[in-house]
């Protein structure tokens, strides 16, 4: 299928929306991203005629609930390449699903001395959970450094890790400056000192094509809010047959095989580690979004943010005097834009071009590692989706326009 | 005029590019920090007393033009005044950013009116209550 871009935006009905009397110009789907109507119509679809809860009814609504919710996983487990479907487990959110790998992986496997690397561009989701750990167990936390393009220096890899290393956990991709890391040498390297690899796909998983399987990570998290589903719905994959070590992290409904009062035993995968009900519409939302990210293609989608990315990058370069983050190299690189514009607040920026209908995010985008190592407080990001066009990168640089006016009073003193 | 024209009118860059009572003081009866946490703006606000009047006031900082032009007014309406004058223009200044009242400030406090725009703009509230905010837990103290 061709990429139509124009009847693509017409899947989305909040575009055609107004923001303070402008169109919108929604540049924040590494936030969050907008919602096709497939997802929307999906998700009033199960609440008006298909709504009850799952794995208990005996009647035909929570059968047909059920079947939904269930083949909403086997959907996910074909789109990320996973070898089965109950080696997916739905849990919040990519925060919800690494804190799982933490406190059950991570507390059965992680003992006092042991090593987790980390890299200094991680988002907090994927850093506060190892903290915790390693001062619960007293391990170590070690860092990948970063170069000044914010790609990974891998010059001291074996250095840093090492025989004792017991995790290795890093983002597919960076929400603040889009860097696409290069994941082989350091899998290559884990799989050396025979540690284990977390990937927080939650940037990657919505932008490229990935295969689970092929790229051999051993734990994958992502959120289905940033792939055009709903909020609320977390995914996190690991191997079969680390998933058959790990402990219920949460004990209650739907994760039990037999309770009695002193002692229960658990149910088998998926269910030992999704307790309580569920979040079934979004669930089933999801399985729409999946659906719709398939019909237009993830290459293709790709495409897309490379050819907005490289006119971006043009645009804001030629616009003179502001400061870029992130690699120009873009085959590493997704279709993120961090900026900041010397003299201005990053928030003062967001707010002025918020009168202009344009939604971008400004602060530490929850990465205050980054912005220590930077020396900055924050930064403006503009984010880029399947629905984005150029007119919305011409709109952007005409309201960067607005706060060099607003500001040049006082700059140019 | 646009919204962010009246709300970045010249008072507020001015007071954001030139801070009056700007920096740490040595010697100070009240001191205290503030932030916010998920923006990161900083102020930090230090007063000595001389009895019941502020004799000296200044304050360090960091974050957008909003929250450290507040700091700047705060300081400049309070210089010289007594701590109950301070409550009563907090009280008067909180309440025209969260209960919308009607801001009626004598005419040597201005500036501070010029901060009523940032109400039509709900996310930056926080950054322009920082200060008084802080200022609050200095003098409930």
């Given at each position: 299928m061709s990429?139509?871009?124009e009847?693509?935006?017409?899947?989305?009905?909040?575009l055609?929306?107004q923001?303070?009397?402008?169109?919108?110009?929604?540049?924040?789907?590494a936030?969050?991203?907008q919602?096709?109507k497939?997802v929307?119509?999906?998700?009033r679809k199960?609440?008006?005629?298909?709504?009850?809860?799952?794995?208990?009814?005996?009647?035909y609504?929570?059968?047909?609930?059920?079947?939904?919710y269930?083949?909403?996983r086997i959907k996910?487990s074909?789109?990320?390449g996973?070898?089965?479907?109950?080696?997916?487990?739905?849990?919040?959110?990519?925060?919800e699903?690494?804190n799982?790998?933490a406190q059950s992986?991570?507390?059965?496997?992680?003992?006092?001395?042991?090593e987790?690397?980390l890299?200094?561009?991680?988002?907090?989701s994927n850093?506060?959970?190892?903290?915790?750990?390693?001062?619960?167990?007293?391990?170590?936390l070690?860092?990948?450094?970063?170069?000044q393009?914010?790609?990974?220096?891998?010059?001291n890899l074996?250095?840093?890790?090492?025989?004792?290393?017991?995790?290795v956990?890093?983002?597919q991709m960076?929400?603040?400056t889009g860097?696409?890391?290069?994941?082989?040498?350091?899998?290559?390297?884990?799989?050396?000192?025979g540690?284990?690899?977390?990937?927080?796909?939650?940037?990657?998983i919505?932008?490229?094509?990935?295969?689970?399987q092929?790229?051999?990570f051993?734990?994958?998290?992502?959120?289905?809010?940033?792939?055009?589903g709903p909020?609320?719905?977390?995914?996190?994959?690991?191997?079969?047959?680390?998933?058959?070590t790990?402990?219920?992290?949460?004990?209650?409904?739907?994760m039990?095989?037999?309770?009695?009062?002193?002692?229960?035993t658990y149910?088998?995968?998926?269910?030992?580690l999704e307790?309580?009900?569920?979040?079934?519409?979004?669930?089933?939302?999801f399985?729409?979004?999946?659906?719709?990210l398939?019909?237009?293609?993830?290459?293709?989608?790709?495409?897309?943010?490379l050819?907005?990315?490289?006119?971006?990058?043009?645009?804001?370069?030629?616009?003179?005097g502001?400061?870029?983050?992130?690699?120009n190299?873009l085959s590493?690189?997704?279709?993120?834009?961090?900026?900041?514009?010397?003299?201005?607040?990053?928030?003062?920026?967001g707010s002025?071009?918020?009168?202009e209908?344009?939604a971008?995010r400004?602060g530490?985008?929850?990465?205050q590692p980054?912005?220590?190592?930077k020396?900055?407080?924050?930064?403006?990001?503009?984010?880029?989706?399947?629905?984005?066009?150029?007119?919305?990168?011409d709109?952007?640089l005409?309201?960067?326009?607005?706060?060099?006016?607003?500001f040049?009073?006082?700059?140019k003193? | 005029?646009?919204?962010?024209?009246s709300?970045?009118?010249e008072?507020?860059?001015?007071?954001?590019?030139n801070?009056?009572?700007?920096?740490?003081?040595?010697h100070f009866?009240?001191h205290?920090?503030?932030v916010?946490?998920?923006?990161?703006?900083e102020?930090?606000?230090?007063?000595?007393l001389?009895?019941d009047?502020?004799s000296?006031?200044s304050?360090?900082?960091?974050?957008?033009?909003?929250?450290?032009?507040?700091?700047?007014?705060?300081?400049?309406?309070?210089y010289?005044?007594?701590?109950?004058?301070?409550?009563?223009?907090?009280?008067?200044?909180?309440?025209?950013?969260l209960?919308?009242?009607?801001?009626?400030?004598?005419?040597?406090?201005?500036?501070?009116?010029s901060?009523?725009?940032?109400?039509?703009?709900?996310a930056?509230?926080?950054c322009a209550?920082?200060?008084?905010?802080?200022?609050?837990?200095a003098?409930?103290?």
């Amino acid at each position: 299928m061709s990429f139509d871009l124009e009847k693509i935006r017409r899947d989305f009905p909040i575009l055609s929306t107004q923001m303070n009397g402008k169109p919108l110009v929604f540049l924040d789907s590494a936030a969050s991203s907008q919602k096709p109507k497939s997802v929307i119509d999906t998700i009033r679809k199960y609440y008006e005629a298909e709504n009850a809860n799952i794995h208990r009814g005996i009647y035909y609504l929570s059968q047909k609930a059920t079947e939904k919710y269930e083949m909403a996983r086997i959907k996910t487990s074909r789109f990320i390449g996973a070898a089965c479907a109950k080696v997916v487990i739905f849990t919040r959110n990519t925060t919800e699903s690494i804190n799982l790998v933490a406190q059950s992986w991570g507390r059965t496997n992680i003992h006092e001395g042991d090593e987790i690397v980390l890299t200094e561009l991680e988002h907090h989701s994927n850093l506060v959970p190892w903290q915790m750990l390693a001062q619960e167990k007293q391990a170590v936390l070690k860092f990948i450094p970063l170069n000044q393009d914010s790609t990974l220096d891998l010059s001291n890899l074996d250095e840093i890790i090492t025989e004792r290393v017991k995790l290795v956990a890093l983002a597919q991709m960076s929400n603040v400056t889009g860097t696409i890391h290069d994941l082989t040498p350091i899998i290559r390297r884990a799989r050396e000192v025979g540690a284990k690899v977390l990937i927080d796909g939650a940037q990657g998983i919505c932008h490229l094509p990935t295969n689970v399987q092929k790229e051999d990570f051993d734990f994958y998290a992502f959120s289905a809010h940033k792939m055009l589903g709903p909020t609320g719905v977390g995914v996190l994959y690991a191997k079969e047959e680390i998933l058959e070590t790990m402990p219920p992290w949460m004990g209650g409904g739907d994760m039990i095989s037999k309770v009695w009062k002193e002692k229960s035993t658990y149910a088998d995968l998926p269910a030992r580690l999704e307790a309580g009900t569920p979040n079934i519409s979004g669930v089933i939302g999801f399985g729409a979004a999946i659906e719709y990210l398939e019909s237009i293609g993830m290459q293709e989608i790709r495409n897309h943010e490379l050819e907005l990315l490289q006119y971006a990058l043009d645009r804001l370069e030629d616009f003179g005097g502001l400061e870029l983050y992130g690699t120009n190299d873009l085959s590493k690189r997704g279709g993120v834009i961090s900026f900041n514009f010397p003299g201005v607040h990053p928030h003062d920026v967001g707010s002025i071009l918020d009168e202009e209908g344009i939604a971008i995010r400004v602060g530490h985008h929850c990465a205050q590692p980054f912005m220590d190592f930077k020396g900055i407080a924050g930064t403006c990001r503009a984010s880029f989706y399947l629905y984005n066009t150029k007119e919305d990168v011409d709109s952007l640089l005409v309201g960067l326009k607005k706060v060099k006016e607003i500001f040049g009073r006082v700059l140019k003193r | 005029m646009s919204l962010s024209d009246s709300l970045y009118q010249e008072v507020l860059l001015d007071h954001y590019q030139n801070p009056r009572h700007h920096g740490k003081m040595e010697h100070f009866d009240l001191h205290q920090e503030g932030v916010n946490p998920l923006c990161g703006d900083e102020v930090e606000l230090f007063l000595k007393l001389k009895g019941d009047i502020i004799s000296e006031i200044s304050f360090v900082g960091k974050g957008c033009s909003i929250s450290q032009a507040s700091a700047s007014m705060l300081t400049d309406s309070l210089y010289g005044k007594t701590i109950s004058e301070a409550k009563s223009l907090l009280l008067e200044f909180k309440g025209m950013l969260l209960e919308d009242k009607v801001p009626n400030f004598p005419e040597e406090y201005e500036d501070l009116e010029s901060m009523e725009a940032v109400k039509k703009i709900p996310a930056r509230i926080k950054c322009a209550t920082l200060a008084w905010n802080t200022l609050e837990k200095a003098i409930g103290k």
